[in-house]
C-alpha cells in the first residue's frame, strides 16, 4: 500500500489560489548564435512580458538572459 508524505502537503486554499501576490523572476535561454536563436530568445522574453501584464499580481523582480553560448 502506498503512503503519502503529508508533511509538505500545502493547504489546498494556498494551490488553488491564482490571485495571490507572486514574486517571479524571468529566464530566457538560447544555445547558439545563430540569428534565428537570438530571435526565439527575443521571443522567450516578449512571451514572459506579456505574461506579466496578464497576471497583475505578479511582481517581476528579475530578468535573466542566458546565451548559452560554449567554446566548444
Known amino acids: 500500500m ?16 491564482r490571485n495571490r501576490e507572486r514574486n517571479a523572476v524571468f529566464y530566457g535561454r538560447v544555445s547558439t548564435e545563430h540569428e534565428a536563436q537570438l530571435a526565439a530568445l527575443e ?5 514572459y ?5 496578464y497576471h497583475p499580481n505578479w ?9 548559452g553560448i560554449m567554446g566548444t
Open 59 to 67: 511582481t517581476v523582480l528579475s530578468k535573466y538572459i542566458d546565451e
Open 43 to 47: 521571443n522567450q522574453m516578449q512571451w
Open 2 to 17: 502506498f503512503q503519502t508524505n503529508t508533511a509538505f502537503r500545502l493547504p489546498n486554499t494556498f494551490i488553488l489560489d
Open 49 to 53: 512580458d506579456d505574461q506579466a501584464r
